[in-house]
């Protein structure tokens, strides 16, 4: 873990009041988005995983 994310996450830890996870899915069908507020350590299995992407091109 980088020390950004780290101290992201001791902040959140923190101010856990002001974090919340937000996750927005089937955009196409029928649009949903899905909070968790708090502390995420509490409700989920936490796994450090870094994703990256970029767009092999540009569209517009």
Same mark, same amino acid.
């Given at each position: 873990?980088?020390?950004?994310r780290? *101290?992201?996450?001791t902040?959140?830890?923190?101010?856990?009041e002001?974090?919340h996870l937000y996750?927005v899915f089937?955009? *196409?069908d029928?649009?949903k =988005?899905?909070?968790l507020?708090?502390? =995420?350590?509490d409700q989920?299995? =936490?796994?450090?995983?870094?994703y990256?992407a970029?767009?092999?091109r540009?569209v517009?």
């Amino acid at each position: 873990m980088n020390w950004q994310r780290a *101290r992201s996450w001791t902040s959140a830890a923190e101010a856990e009041e002001a974090f919340h996870l937000y996750r927005v899915f089937q955009f *196409r069908d029928e649009p949903k =988005l899905y909070i968790l507020k708090g502390s =995420l350590a509490d409700q989920v299995h =936490l796994e450090p995983i870094d994703y990256g992407a970029s767009f092999r091109r540009v569209v517009g």
